[in-house]
């Protein structure tokens, strides 16, 4: 039986931190420093024992901020080192691990062109996409032809927060991980669904984190409001055609394994466009079991739900992986047998 599949995990790449150090950002301990945060340096391996400890079959590898530390010239060759990196980790491990690949955002033609390599040349699951890039999210024009590539390949998108631009006028003390991810994810769904992209584009997967953020919650408020007090630019929305746009989108659990949350989501979709996910590094490893424990003894969920979770949702979105999985198990029952 697989195990399971956590599409949620960030590497901080060592091509990343050449880039960071080139743009002559500062350490901090020795350590690349963001948005008040010291990064960690892990090595695949060190994502192999968690595995092992956890009963996860593989982790699927991101890196939210993308080539954000490089423009132009400098981002492109970041995006495509990066991209290289992942597919070597993935070649090492094809069963144990996956990797959505990162696009250089500053340069919509060549995030474009890096879609096509990362995705045919380097075989990698799909791409990861901030919740904004400096501040313009997704109903921005200027995200048109990446999205029409995006839907053209029905490519799977995750799409992680990452901090708004208004965060240093809140002057609130604590991580914007508590709670302004979880709004700029229903920014980013939002934007896809009022601007009418998603609707224009309905063939791309999108997986959200963190269970959509405050999107559940809020999902009653955001599709009556579009009929009434509009969706922008002096038009409204039927509410129906809200939900379906919100009902197309996936979502993984990353800190929202409770009933409270759990509880919303399920009103949304189906657990077949639920999946697990752990946000290893930045969240530590204690935090797996307690997640698993609370999916195992939730009363909303019955075992055939858990599946769906655990490892059926992620499998159906990422072939190349279940295909890896799948050769893996059927090499260790033939060396068994001889």
């Known amino acids: 039986m697989t195990g399971i599949i956590d599409v949620h995990t960030h590497l901080m790449l060592k091509s990343w931190?050449?880039?960071y150090d080139r743009a002559g950002l500062p350490r901090v301990e020795g350590r690349p420093f963001q948005h008040e945060q010291r990064l960690a340096s892990w090595e695949p391996t060190q994502f192999l024992e968690i595995m092992d400890r956890n009963d996860i079959q593989a982790m699927v590898m991101s890196w939210p901020p993308g080539c954000d530390v490089a423009r132009e010239t400098a981002a492109r060759?970041?995006?495509?080192?990066?991209n290289e990196e992942y597919a070597a980790i993935v070649r090492?491990?094809?069963?144990r691990f996956g990797a959505f690949a990162v696009l250089p955002l500053d340069d919509i033609d060549a995030a474009v062109a890096e879609v096509g390599y990362a995705l045919d040349h380097l075989q990698l699951d799909g791409v990861c996409l901030p919740t904004n890039w400096e501040g313009q999210y997704f109903n921005n024009e200027r995200?048109?032809?990446?999205?029409?590539e995006l839907d053209r390949r029905r490519a799977l998108i995750f799409v992680h927060p990452v901090h708004p631009v208004y965060m240093q006028q809140l002057g609130l003390p604590y991580n914007a991980a508590v709670m302004e991810f979880m709004f700029?994810?229903?920014r980013m769904l939002i934007s896809l669904i009022y601007s009418g992209l998603r609707k224009q584009f309905p063939n791309f997967e999108l997986i959200s984190t963190h269970a959509g953020g405050a999107t559940p919650y809020l999902t009653w408020r955001l599709a009556a409001v579009a009929g009434v007090l509009g969706v922008g630019n002096g038009r409204t929305m039927?509410?129906?055609?809200?939900?379906?746009?919100?009902?197309s989108f996936h979502f993984d659990l990353s800190a929202a394994t409770a009933d409270t949350t759990l509880g919303s989501l399920l009103n949304l979709v189906p657990s077949t466009r639920l999946m697990f996910g752990s946000d290893t590094p930045i969240a530590p490893e204690r935090i797996i079991p307690v997640a698993k424990a609370e999916l195992n003894s939730s009363s909303l969920l019955d075992d055939n739900q858990r599946g769906d979770i655990f490892n059926r949702t992620a499998?159906?979105?990422?072939?190349?992986?279940?295909r890896a999985i799948t050769g893996a198990a059927g090499n260790a029952l033939a060396e068994k047998r001889q």
Do not use: I, N, Q
Not at 77 to 82: D, I, L, P
């Open 315 to 322: 499998l159906r979105l990422l072939p190349r992986l279940s």
């Open 17 to 19: 931190e050449r880039a």
């Open 238 to 247: 039927p509410p129906a055609d809200v939900l379906e746009g919100l009902k």
């Open 92 to 95: 090492s491990h094809p069963d």
């Open 143 to 148: 995200f048109v032809p990446l999205f029409a």
């Open 77 to 82: 060759e970041t995006a495509r080192a990066m």
């Open 184 to 186: 700029d994810s229903t």
